[in-house]
């Protein structure tokens, strides 16, 4: 059974920073794309951020580029989003996923086949 534990959320001003990580147990995922989704209230999910299963190959979605930044970590089997100059239309739960046995940089949330829990981070104004 694999499990992704996202941590790191919470609340922030805007023009903060916040560091999300995702654990891996049960299984490594070192040969698995990885990604970051978020679903604002009230609205969709969206990706965020996505990364191959050798980190050689990363997709930012337009509306945080130059702010997030995905990583991860093989050796620990951890995923990062490091999330800075945040705004409040950040606002949402995030999602880490993993999926795509050696795959690319995912989009699309069916190209993926775990999930964690979600982790939620709030920006005030």
């Known amino acids: 059974q694999v499990q992704l534990v996202e941590s790191g959320g919470g609340l922030v001003q805007a023009g903060g920073s916040l560091r999300l990580s995702c654990a891996a147990s049960?299984?490594?995922?070192?040969?698995?794309?990885m990604g970051w989704f978020r679903q604002p209230p009230g609205k969709e999910r969206e990706v965020v951020a996505s990364?191959?299963?050798?980190?050689?190959?990363?997709y930012t979605a337009d509306s945080v580029k130059g702010r997030f930044t995905i990583s991860r970590d093989n050796a620990k089997d951890t995923l990062y989003l490091q999330m800075n100059s945040l705004k409040p239309e950040d606002t949402a739960v995030y999602y880490c996923?993993?999926?795509?046995?050696?795959?690319?940089?995912?989009?699309?949330?069916?190209?993926?086949?775990?999930w964690g829990q979600g982790t939620q981070v709030t920006v005030s104004s």
């Open positions: 049960g299984r490594t995922l070192r040969q698995y794309a």
């Open positions: 996923a993993a999926g795509g046995l050696y795959g690319s940089a995912p989009r699309r949330g069916t190209e993926y086949d775990y």
């Open positions: 990364v191959s299963w050798n980190g050689r190959s990363t």
